[in-house]
Structures are given as C-alpha cells and as structure tokens.
C-alpha cells in the first residue's frame, strides 16, 4: 500500500513563527501536493511538484513556501505564521499527471494562536 | 480554471435510505473524475474513479458514480446507507495541464 506520512498530526505556533511541516512518500511518486481544507472551501491546493527540486504555485500559495530536495519529500513552509493560517493541512502525492489517483496523508491540524 | 460544486453541503438520512450526491464540473474536454471520502478523525480515501470506458463505476462499500459527459455531471450513489457511512464526501476532477481541483463537500450524517 501507497504510505504518505505527515510528521505531525496536531500543531500548535505562535503568531510569527516559521513553521515546517512535513510529509514523506514511500512509492517513488513524481508528484506532490499541499492542500489545505477548511469547512465549506473543501481542499485547496497551496504548492506542487513534478520532480526533485521542482515547485509550482497552486491556488493559494501566499504566505506559504514549499521545498522538495528529496523525492519522497515535500515539505511545506509557513515564513511567518498567521491565524489565517489555521487550518488542516494535507499532503498527497501521485504517480503521474493523468490516469491516477491522489493518495493522502492523515493530515496535519495546525493552530496559530 | 477547472472548477467542481457539490450539490448539498449537508446531507441527513435514516438508515437505509438512497443516497445520491451531486456533483458537476466545468471542463469540456477528457477529465478524470474521483469521489474521495473522509471519515471522522481519518485520512481522505478513495471510494471510486473515472478515466475512460463505461460510464457507470462502481466503487468500494457498495458505492457507484455515474458519469454523463453532456450534464458534467459524476453524481455518486448508494442504494441502502449504513450509520457507518457517516462521513465527508468530495468529489475531485483532473484533466491534461489541471491538477486535482476538489469540490466543497458534503457532510452526510446517517442516522441510527
């Protein structure tokens, strides 16, 4: 079975504070995604990437950064925490572009206080 | 950009009860087509998918989506709910150049 692990599954930060999150895939996927889901907005895609090295904005990439040195690894990068920022935020990765699906991690809730 | 509404936010029903969700995109060309489903406390699973060939796809649990290209349309069905079909459903599309655009959800809550 495809494993995308997210390194947390619950985080509280601090207004300001640089936040990482982190997520590793162990099926040698091309791509990975970020997205955040909040109630009523479903999940929203924040960063992408189709390679090592490689990263494209989503739909709502401000405030937020990504890096991908590795290719089981995807992490996301809050430069300076807000309390919009709140929010459930979910790895995934897939094999191809088309023609598949998108597996998930469990998620990672984070709180900006 | 690809864009995909789901009809209900919030779904009731008894146990037993037909279920039916809408969901609807905005692409015209070829998409594939998901419905992922979040159950309370875990990660987003798959319950079925589309790329190509018949319409009509059958999923786990006893789920079934149908796809009609002219309405883009890919509503997802279940003939007799369980309590344990509680959870959040989303409906998801790709197509060549889009990536996974997800829908708002629906929360269907199955009563005992």
């Known amino acids: 079975d495809v494993k995308v692990t997210q390194s947390s599954r619950y985080l509280v930060k601090r207004t300001g504070e640089k936040v990482f999150l982190e997520c590793v895939q162990d099926m040698d996927h091309e791509n990975m995604f970020w997205y955040r889901q909040d109630p009523g907005l479903g999940l929203r895609l924040i960063y992408f990437s189709y390679d090592v090295k490689m990263k494209e904005k989503?739909?709502?990439?401000?405030?937020?950064?990504?890096?991908?040195?590795?290719?089981?690894?995807?992490?996301?990068?809050?430069?300076?925490?807000?309390?919009?920022?709140?929010?459930?935020y979910l790895c995934a990765s897939s094999p191809t572009v088309l023609n598949t699906e998108a597996f998930f991690g469990q998620g990672t809730r984070l709180t900006v206080v | 950009a690809q864009s995909v509404s789901q009809h209900n936010h919030h779904v009731i029903l008894s146990e037993a009860a037909s279920l039916?969700?809408?969901?609807?995109?905005?692409?015209?060309?070829?998409?594939?087509?998901?419905?992922?489903?979040?159950?309370?406390?875990?990660?987003?699973?798959?319950?079925?998918?589309?790329?190509?060939?018949?319409?009509?796809?059958?999923?786990?649990?006893?789920?079934?989506?149908?796809?009609?290209?002219?309405?883009f349309s890919f509503n997802l069905r279940k003939p007799s709910v369980q309590w344990s079909d509680t959870a959040e459903y989303f409906c998801a599309v790709n197509s060549y150049g889009q990536n996974f655009v997800f829908g708002p959800g629906t929360r269907l809550s199955v009563l005992p």
């Not at chain 2, 594939?32 to 009509?56: A, E, I, M, R, T």
């Not at chain 2, 789920?63 to 009609?68: G, L, R, S, V």
């Open chain 1, 58 to 88: 989503g739909d709502i990439p401000e405030g937020y950064s990504v890096s991908r040195e590795k290719k089981e690894r995807f992490s996301l990068i809050l430069e300076s925490a807000s309390t919009n920022q709140t929010s459930m």
């Open chain 2, 20 to 71: 039916e969700l809408g969901c609807n995109y905005s692409y015209g060309g070829t998409v594939n087509l998901f419905w992922y489903v979040q159950y309370p406390g875990q990660h987003l699973q798959l319950l079925l998918k589309y790329f190509s060939g018949d319409p009509l796809v059958k999923g786990i649990k006893g789920f079934e989506a149908e796809f009609i290209k002219s309405k």
